[in-house]
C-alpha cells in the first residue's frame, strides 16, 4: 500500500540493520526492487551489514580480516547473490526531496521499485533552511507521504528520537517522543518504535527486540517480539519462552 511508516528509535537500537533484514528479504524473496537512501552511512558500510545478514557471518570477523575458509567461500557466495538482487543504494549526503523524488521516479520506471526506504528523515535537506525545524519536518514528511501515493509504493522513513526517553524508568518509546513529533505523527500512515531492552541493561532480555506499533491508521496497535542476532545484524522470529507472540517473517528469519 502506498503508506508513510515511520520507524523510530534511540541510537544503536537498529534501526539501520532492521530496514537492511526487509531490504534483503523484500528483493530476495518477492523479488521486489527496493531502493534505500543512506544519508549517513557509505554503501560500502550497508554492503558489508548485508553480506552478514545474508550469510549469516560475523561482522567483526568480516571487518578484521578473520574469516576461516569455509566463511570465505560463503562470503564470495553471497556476495555473487545479493548483487544480482534489485537492490539500489544512494548514500549521497545533503539529499533534499526534489531529489529522492526525481530518483525514485527514475527508478520506478526503470526498475520498478516496490519500496521506498530513508535512512534517516532528519538528515534530509530542507527546502527553507531558515524555517523552523518543526516547519522543515512538516514539508519533509508531507513530500514523503505524496511520494508514496504518486508511485503507489510504501515509504519507509528512520527517525530519530528525543533524549527524554532515556530520562524515564520505563523506556520504551511513546509518540510524544519524537522529535519535531507534530508533523511526523500526523502525516505518518504507521508509526513503528524499535526497543532492545538489553541497551539500558545488559541482563533485561538480552537478544530480544520489541516492534512497538504506536499507530496503525487502517490496523491494529501492539507489540511484536523479535530476535535480534547481533553478531550477525540479523532480526529473527521470536524463540523467547512466550514465542506464540505474532511474528513476522517465516520460520528462516525475518
Request: charged share 30%; glycine share 6%.
Amino acid at each position: 500500500p502506498a503508506e508513510l511508516v515511520i520507524l523510530a528509535a534511540r541510537p544503536s537500537m537498529g534501526k539501520t540493520a532492521f530496514v537492511l533484514n526487509l531490504t534483503e528479504a523484500m528483493a530476495d524473496r518477492s523479488q521486489a526492487g527496493v531502493v534505500l537512501f543512506s544519508l549517513e552511512q557509505s554503501s560500502f558500510e550497508l554492503a558489508e551489514r548485508l553480506l552478514c545478514i545474508r550469510g549469516r557471518l560475523d561482522m567483526h570477523k568480516l571487518r578484521k580480516g578473520e574469516l576461516d575458509e569455509d566463511e570465505r567461500d560463503k562470503l564470495l557466495r553471497v556476495s555473487h547473490e545479493l548483487s544480482e538482487l534489485p537492490i539500489f543504494i544512494d548514500d549521497q549526503p545533503g539529499r533534499n526531496m526534489a531529489q529522492i523524488g526525481a530518483i525514485c521516479r527514475r527508478l520506478k520506471r526503470k526498475s520498478d521499485i516496490r519500496i521506498i526506504i530513508i535512512d534517516y528523515l532528519q538528515l534530509i535537506e530542507p527546502e527553507d533552511k531558515r524555517a523552523p525545524r518543526e516547519q522543515q519536518i512538516a514539508q519533509i514528511t508531507r513530500r514523503l507521504k505524496f511520494l508514496a501515493k504518486e508511485l503507489q509504493v510504501p515509504v519507509v522513513a528512520l527517525a530519530q528520537l528525543n533524549r527524554g526517553v532515556e530520562l524515564r524508568e520505563d523506556k520504551r518509546p511513546k509518540l510524544a517522543d519524537l522529535r519535531e513529533s507534530g508533523a511526523i505523527e500526523q502525516d505518518a500512515d504507521i508509526v513503528l518504535f524499535l526497543h532492545r531492552p538489553e541497551q539500558y541493561d545488559p541482563a533485561d532480555h538480552p537478544g530480544e527486540a520489541e516492534i512497538i506499533v504506536a499507530k496503525h491508521r487502517n490496523g491494529p496497535t501492539g507489540l511484536v517480539r523479535m530476535s535480534f542476532q547481533k553478531k550477525h545484524m540479523q532480526f529473527e522470529d521470536y524463540v523467547g519462552p512466550d514465542a506464540q507472540m505474532p511474528s513476522f517473517g517465516g520460520g528462516d528469519g525475518f
